[in-house]
């Protein structure tokens, strides 16, 4: 299962420039996600990591992963057609465990994976990777809590 943009957006609150998945390549639910994010020159970022060699910020390949994740949860109820509780957010709540193996640039395409491994209640445990081609940038353990709005 392939999902877009729009897919991305019913289900993650963030928005650009904060939002670091462009599309699901490949979804199998409750399980695992892959996900992507084409990496582009003019980065806001870039201007001040660093100037003259732009590499992609750790915290936000990081934050990728996490919204990765959140898209797992909530791509899988949107298949399952799960009614999602109302006003659901997803928040990013611990790592563990992560490493940081080698950098990202522009013109890379981020691959971002995770995987389901725990869930108690409304906390949610994820190992995660993120990749260019064959080359590991990051990998580790997240952690992610589903809190209720009220409204």
Known sequence: ???????????????????FV?????????????????IKEGEPFFTGHFPNKPIMPG?????????TSGLLWGLSKKVAKVSLPKNPKIFFLAAANIKFLN????????????????????????????YV???????GT??????EEKL
Request: aromatic share 8%; no cysteine.
């Open 59 to 67: 915290v936000l390949v990081i934050d990728a992963l996490a919204q």
């Open 142 to 147: 997240l952690s992610l809590a589903m809190i």
């Open 133 to 139: 081609e064959k080359r590991t940038i990051a990998k």
């Open 22 to 38: 462009d599309g699901v390549i490949k979804l199998i639910p409750e399980k695992e996600i892959l996900a992507e994010r084409q």
């Open 103 to 130: 950098p990202s640039f522009p013109k890379d395409k981020l691959m971002l994976f995770s995987k389901n491994l725990t869930s108690f209640g409304n906390l949610f445990s994820y190992s995660v990777e993120a």
């Open 1 to 19: 299962m392939q999902f877009g943009i729009d897919d991305i957006l019913s289900i993650l609150p963030h928005r650009p420039p904060f939002l």
